[in-house]
């Protein structure tokens, strides 16, 4: 039972351009999400987060958008760079105890 | 180097065998979780421990598998009787719980002990 799901598994962009990668959770619960990047040989790197108490969360070129209603969640990175090419995945959590992953898109930011 | 270290990083090992794996976190951090990626998905959640104590382990984890974190600092995780379907990513991550007893803080991971059963 997937309660986490990405379902752009991969997502191409031109450098300069706006990237959004996308999620969707099942569990109304869900009080805290999380998106992480990934390279190749490596664990996952977090890279932002949002409280369901909030809408929106900002960090430099990464935002993180919530819709609770819509239970969706999106990732918008501008302007987009050759070194954000990474597997991106989703996570949601419920206290904080386990944590559930989306199956990750991979995003490839063309020169 | 002050990041979560796992050990081996790669195992080859023949079906039925037994197979332990080694997560050394950040050293000030009280929270360890296991989880298991395969190809195409994302990390899924096997355990985690707070200090010792192995507080939530899932469903999906077999009686083949245990973990141990006997000094609340690094963590094993034996797989016995390996099975071809064991065959994956096996990731470590810490995560520092909080003082008001609430973690969201991010989990840093370790890069993963690759397995493959043959």
């Known amino acids: 039972d997937q309660q986490v799901k990405q379902n752009s598994p991969s997502l191409s962009v031109q450098e300069g351009r706006i990237s959004i990668l996308n999620c969707d959770y099942t569990?109304?619960?869900?009080?805290?999400f999380l998106w992480y990047k990934k390279y190749p040989a490596e664990g996952p790197t977090f890279l932002i987060s949002?409280?369901?108490?909030?809408d929106k969360n900002e960090d430099g070129r990464f935002t993180v958008f919530l819709n609770k209603s819509a239970k969706h969640l999106s990732l918008h990175i501008v302007p987009s760079q050759p070194g954000d090419s990474a597997v991106y995945f989703c996570?949601?959590?419920?206290?904080?105890?386990?944590?559930?992953f989306g199956t990750g898109t991979s995003l490839t930011v063309i020169p | 180097d002050t990041g979560v270290s796992q050990n081996p990083r790669h195992k080859i090992t023949k079906r039925g065998q037994n197979v332990t794996f080694r997560c050394d976190p950040i050293?000030?951090?009280?929270?360890l979780y296991w989880y298991r990626q395969t190809l195409g998905q994302g990390p899924e959640f096997l355990t985690y421990?707070?200090?010792?104590?192995?507080?939530?382990k899932s469903r999906l984890l077999s009686d083949r598998f245990s973990a141990e974190r006997p000094k609340g600092s690094f963590s094993t995780l034996e797989i016995q009787r390996t099975e071809q379907g064991d065959s994956a990513m096996y990731l470590c991550?810490?995560?520092?719980?909080?003082?008001?007893?609430?973690?969201?803080?991010?989990?840093?991971f370790g890069p993963g002990t690759r397995l493959t059963v043959l």
């Open positions: 991550a810490s995560s520092l719980l909080g003082d008001e007893g609430r973690t969201y803080n991010e989990q840093f």
């Open positions: 569990n109304s619960m869900f009080d805290y």
């Open positions: 949002i409280s369901s108490i909030k």
């Open positions: 996570a949601a959590t419920l206290t904080g105890n386990q944590f559930y």
């Open positions: 050293s000030e951090h009280n929270r």
């Open positions: 421990f707070q200090n010792e104590a192995q507080l939530e």
